[in-house]
């Protein structure tokens, strides 16, 4: 793995690619800026990032002696990697017929309509997010762990930046009606994420028959 700026870009990429994959975070958005405006997707993201924060320090502090155990790292990486390929394949079938207008006219929900509720209930809510982190999550760890603890800064920042992106473009995109994305452009972008994603996946699995096998990063 690269230095501090090749972490933060896979790890940029990984969460670009999560985020636009539909799900309730974006639902969340899309009715909360109706109501909000652009600042909806921001403050989402906020409260978003506030609990990763926790589950990243979480992770720092109770994965550091689980770390050390290659086999333990190689099937962790494989798990991880059977998520990432669940993820892409689910992008690739959803961006036949992905539709953000369709989106944006689903019923508003009064529930998730304030921003920082929203925000945190959409995280602790959502089960893909808690099998995300302790799979994903502690293997992209695992792999960057040479390059030393502040490693996780650059982790941390390129994940939450790109939830920032895509959620403060999506607020930007209802709050002006739509007009900045198209449904030909969303489908691409969310197929060319899923490519990534399966991509990645397989870089996760070579990782882990590495750690099985040689017990070598």
């Given at each position: ?162 939830d920032f992106l895509v959620y403060s473009g999506i607020s930007t995109a209802v ?43």
């Amino acid at each position: 793995m690269a230095g501090y700026g090749g972490i933060a870009v896979f790890s940029f990429l990984i969460g670009l690619s999560g985020a636009l994959i539909p799900g309730p975070m974006m639902l969340a958005t899309v009715t909360s800026s109706r109501k909000h405006g652009y600042i909806a997707g921001p403050l989402i993201s906020a409260t978003h990032a506030l609990q990763e924060l926790v589950m990243v320090v979480a992770l720092v502090f109770g994965a550091s002696k689980l770390l050390v155990n290659d086999r333990l790292i190689g099937a962790v990486s494989f798990t991880g990697a059977a998520v990432l390929a669940w993820m892409g394949v689910a992008a690739i079938r959803y961006s036949r017929s992905a539709s953000l207008e369709s989106a944006m006219e689903r019923p508003a929900s009064k529930f998730i309509s304030n921003p920082l509720l929203a925000g945190i209930a959409t995280t602790a809510g959502n089960p893909m997010w808690w099998a995300w982190w302790p799979t994903v999550g502690f293997a992209y760890m695992a792999m960057v762990k040479d390059v030393g603890l502040l490693a996780i800064v650059p982790f941390y920042f390129g994940h939450v930046f790109a939830d920032f992106l895509v959620y403060s473009g999506i607020s930007t995109a209802v709050t002006a009606g739509g007009k900045f994305l198209r449904d030909t452009h969303f489908r691409f972008v969310i197929a060319a994420c899923g490519v990534f994603l399966i991509g990645f996946a397989c870089f996760f699995a070579a990782f882990g028959v590495r750690k099985i096998v040689w017990g070598e990063q």
